[in-house]
């Protein structure tokens, strides 16, 4: 079973930042947090991860709570091609621990 | 760099018959996954290879499905006979190892009528 919560679904406005939550409150000292997405009709598609401090790439901003029991994607400027299915998903970074995928969250970029 | 490629894209099959989905990763990839995502569902592991060995297969239908990865590249799946709730997109994944990020083939779209 998933051990993430995530809103179903959330809009944002193209060029605004997209604030994407999620909830892992039974995270484990030695798990991380990783974020995939899935747009329409493709595969998943990882975008970032982190452990405890904040991180960054050229996609998004991952930042999490000082307890560990939440995090957030920051999509800075949001555009269209931004819109699909994002999964939060926590898990150890080695061994046969498996990624599993809740429901995700889908986002919408509206014009 | 190629990214991974899976054939066919779509197939449609009526129950009780058999199919099979092909993979090849990226070059170099010594990890190869098999996901499941029925319609509306997150994906969901079917079976994970290190190079040509099987890590975890735990959710695999033994009965019905089968995979192999011969020569730690190429990975075929195969379901036979197929059910009516088969029907699913199957996706292909690959890592340089675990745990590093998975890249993900576009998958097959199964129908099974």
């Known amino acids: 079973d998933a051990k993430t919560t995530q809103p179903p679904s959330m809009d944002c406005a193209e060029g605004r930042a997209a604030n994407l939550p999620c909830n892992h409150s039974?995270?484990?000292?030695?798990?991380?947090v990783y974020w995939y997405r899935q747009i329409h009709s493709q595969g998943p598609q990882y975008i970032i991860h982190?452990?405890?401090n904040n991180e960054t790439n050229e996609m998004a901003s991952l930042i999490i709570t000082e307890d560990r029991k939440s995090s957030t994607l920051i999509l800075p400027h949001a555009t269209l091609r931004d819109t699909a299915v994002y999964y939060c998903?926590?898990?150890?970074?080695?061994?046969?621990?498996?990624?599993?995928f809740g429901q995700g969250t889908r986002l919408t970029i509206n014009p | 760099e190629a990214g991974v490629a899976q054939s066919p894209r779509y197939k449609i099959i009526e129950k009780r018959q058999s199919v099979a989905f092909w993979c090849n990763p990226i070059?170099?990839?010594?990890?190869l996954y098999w996901y499941q995502q029925i319609l509306g569902q997150g994906p969901k592991l079917l079976i994970q290879?290190?190079?040509?060995?099987?890590?975890?297969d735990s959710q695999l239908p033994k009965d019905r499905f089968s995979a192999e990865r011969l020569k730690g590249v190429d990975s075929t799946l195969k379901i036979q006979p197929a059910k009516l709730e088969d029907s699913a997109v199957y996706l292909c994944?690959?890592?340089?190892?675990?745990?590093?990020?998975?890249?993900f083939g576009p998958g097959t779209r199964l129908t099974v009528t």
């Open positions: 994944a690959s890592s340089l190892t675990d745990p590093y990020e998975q890249y």
């Open positions: 039974t995270i484990s000292g030695n798990e991380y």
């Open positions: 982190g452990l405890k």
């Open positions: 998903i926590v898990r150890v970074p080695q061994g046969a621990q498996k990624l599993v």
């Open positions: 070059s170099g990839h010594a990890t």
């Open positions: 290879f290190q190079n040509n060995g099987v890590v975890d």
